[in-house]
């Protein structure tokens, strides 16, 4: 059969935002690759490569040594048991859908990620909304109003399923007090999900301490590895309906369709853990750089949104002065992005002026300080 398909655009495939690049995306910040996982990809950058040795499933897999790395993992995040996914929204859903009754409420903040909700409408859920102490300029969660929602619902004879957290979201950065919320989930008997996704990785996150029954963690943005994989960590309390087995293949895990990650992200997961548990040792120093790049980009203009001082990498600024510059340039917005990229950064939307968002998450000093005299420059030759 002669089949009438071009294929000629699959070949020399080349990412158009070369690696040289200083990447600003947020996004990106947290899933790159140290050297040594880069070894790894060229060990196991075949299909099921992490099966070669597997006696019917993932998480006992012994050569590499995967087994082991999910026990590591539990100790790293403080919980009971872990399983590898395909990422954090993966995590989310297998919750909702082994924990949940159709029709229960997920009660969950105003900041949380698409795919929150998204999992919950799969697992058909609904879900309740706890919203802002402040909007503009910090869109502070206002946590004491989990009690209340949760009230609420009660009241109307709704059942609450599950209480979700978004530890820090990905449009301010705010990083919320998860024990709190872990608290009132407790004295509530509601099982307490506290999406990582930005944190687990980056910083330190202690499931215990702030009472977490799950915790879902993301691989690419977050733990320098390959996507799509991420991390989801219960306690003993739920193991039996997370882990339950199918009837007919006893071995195998309903909720993780038998396997999750059966490949390269993985492997890169594990190679990149013991680069991942030095890094978060040094959140200190990431804020530093964080707060230093605030500081300086407010002085021509910008203004950090989201709580202040900040807690997390992920930066939002209102950008004003960019939006008056891309008014006068013929290149319109665009300019921005343009000038950066001559510069040898990018990562920031291109065409956006308004608002941008940003992290110099990982940079060694010497970049982040380029990076703002970069920008600077910018806003000072074209803002006359
Ligand atoms: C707060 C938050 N949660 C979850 C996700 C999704 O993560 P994953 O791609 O691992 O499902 C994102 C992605 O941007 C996010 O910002």
Redesign the pocket.
Known sequence: MNIDINLDKYKNLRRNLSRELINLNP?QRGGILPKESKKTVYEYWDGYSVCDFCYGRLDEITSPPIKEFLEDLSKFLNMDYTRPT???????FIVMHAICKEGDYVVLDKN??Y??YVSAERARLNVAEVGYEEEYPTYKINLEGYKEVIDNLEDKGKNVGLILL?????EYGNLNDAKKVGKIAKDKGIPFLL?C??TVGRMPVNGKEVKADFI??????SMAAS??C?VLAFNEEFADKITKTSERYPLKEIEMLGCTSRGLPILTLMSSFPYVVERVKKWNEEIKKTRYVVDELEKVGFKQLGIKPKEHDLIKFETPILDEIAKKDKRRGFFFYDELKKRGIGGIRAGVTKEIKMSVYGLEWEQVEYVVNSIKEIVEKYNK
């Open positions: 996004i395909h990422g954090a929204r993966e995590g989310k949380a990620h795919t929150s978004t530890h820090v979201d990905g999406n996704a930005y879902v963690a993301s691989g690419h943005k996507g799509p991420g």
